[in-house]
């Protein structure tokens, strides 16, 4: 039997895919509080009667980041630390031998955002949406579980179903691995898939080498004099010595890092002042900056906080600068994106399947792949003729929820081939 006759997505399975997915549409919860949506896994998991370690990362060891270092980052934790993880685990009974051992990954989180889209499956919750489409990396992977059972007696090994919460900021992945998800049995290779709208439903993209930016936050805050807005002489300005700085930082992109790098320092957020009779004392800007080379981060980690005391100094002013890392680069191996290429091709044939350009938004699968060979392949959800086109964390992001059989078919292709199934 051919792999596309082995990893069939029934009429019934694909009715419940998109059932599914609805219902966790419905009901969005933003990361480290994602009770429901864990469940909903578990109970799953159960009667397909997969084995699982629920609680994965919850185990009170830090995130990545601290609670306080990601309050500052901007990033409200939720009432536990990562305890919605699940672990899946699917042991191959072809011939009783040990195997190798593949990890697929989704994520559940949703977004603190307001969804505008006037469909029946709408979210119902004020303020949250699914607007990654991390509802249906979440479905696909349950839904591959149950392919996976079919094939049981096809394949020597194990696959691990990685269910992690806080995707968005908050390092679930980190905290899971910190749990050991990487160890007993080691993983070999890891996979998974994001919603791209890029592509069609119907088709897939690779992207080899980096693919998602290391994405780090800081926070600069100028201290000068306050003082009457009306004599600009007795004060030090700190809203002044921000805006130089402001555009210094830019300087750091355009002159000092090499043309054929990429970075990108982004201030979001600028705050000073309460009245405008009154020059502040204090300024703060604060942004992101994304990079893919260890290199380029360090340099603008460092040259950042040089650029904004001595620029403030210049004024009379002081500048204090605190650089969070957060989620590494995601590098995409070649071994692994070819293989997935090759499955990819297979089942959805040639025309649908390409190279795509990488992003600099961060990933928190790069904790994943910083460890064991991996890549992230992107799911076509586009429909332009339905007005299916707007990007992930947009207010009218929605998806064609043909992909996601066709997400479930890939991924338990992958499976299937890195485990050297009879297929
Ligand atoms: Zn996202
Ligand atoms: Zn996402």
């Not at 966790?24 to 370690?53: D, N, W």
């Not at 697929?104 to 969804?115: G, H, S």
């Not at 696909?140 to 179903?161: H, P, Q």
């Not at 207010?395 to 043909?402: G, I, K, M, Q, Y």
Request: negative net charge; aromatic residues 4%; hydrophobic residues 45%.
């Amino acid at each position: 039997m051919s792999l596309a006759e082995r990893v069939v997505v029934s009429p019934e399975l694909d009715a419940w895919l998109r059932e599914t997915r609805r219902m966790i549409h419905v009901q969005p919860e933003t990361m480290l509080e994602e009770f429901q949506t864990s469940a909903l896994v578990q109970k799953q998991l159960t009667e397909l009667g997969v084995t699982f370690r629920s609680g994965v990362g919850g185990d009170g060891r830090p995130l990545y980041l601290s609670v306080e270092q990601l309050m500052r980052a901007g990033i409200t934790p939720g009432p536990t630390t990562g305890g919605t993880g699940v672990l899946g685990e699917i042991r191959g009974t072809r011939t009783g031998a040990g195997g190798k051992c593949v990890l697929l990954r989704a994520d559940m989180d949703a977004l603190p955002m307001e969804e505008d889209n006037d469909v029946p499956y709408r979210s119902r919750v004020a303020g949250k949406m699914h607007a990654c489409g991390h509802d249906a990396h979440t479905t696909i992977l349950m839904g591959v579980a149950e392919v996976l059972m079919a094939n049981r007696d096809r394949f020597d090994g194990t696959v691990k179903l990685m269910f992690q919460p806080g995707e968005e900021g908050a390092g679930g992945a980190a905290a899971m691995i910190n749990d050991g998800i990487l160890e007993d049995p080691a993983v070999d290779a890891a996979f998974a898939l994001h919603v791209s709208p890029g592509a069609r439903a119907g088709q897939m993209t690779v992207t080899e080498g980096p693919t998602a930016a290391a994405a780090d936050f800081f926070e600069i805050v100028v201290t000068g004099r306050g003082g009457h807005a009306a004599m600009p002489h007795t004060a030090v300005d700190s809203t002044l010595v921000a805006a130089h700085i402001m555009i210094a930082l830019q300087a750091l992109v355009s002159r000092e890092t090499n043309p054929f790098d990429s970075a990108v320092v982004t201030v979001g957020k600028l705050q000073a002042g309460t009245a405008t009779n009154i020059i502040p004392h204090t300024a703060s800007l604060s942004g992101t900056v994304r990079t893919f080379d260890e290199a380029v981060r360090g340099t603008i980690e460092r040259r950042m906080a040089e650029l904004a005391s001595g620029i403030a100094a210049g004024f009379g002013a002081s500048a204090e600068t605190v650089y969070l890392r957060g989620y590494p680069a995601m590098h995409c191996h070649p071994e692994a994106v070819q293989l997935a290429r090759e499955v990819a091709v297979e089942l959805l044939g040639a025309d649908n399947v390409w190279d795509a350009p990488p992003m600099m938004a961060g990933e928190d699968m790069a904790f994943v792949t910083a460890r064991v060979p991996g890549c992230m392949l992107g799911l076509g959800v586009a429909n332009p003729d339905r007005g299916i086109i707007y990007p992930p964390h947009h207010p009218r992001f929605d998806l064609d929820e043909d992909a996601l059989a066709v997400g479930v078919r890939v991924m338990s292709g992958i499976a299937l081939r890195f485990l050297e199934a009879d297929v």
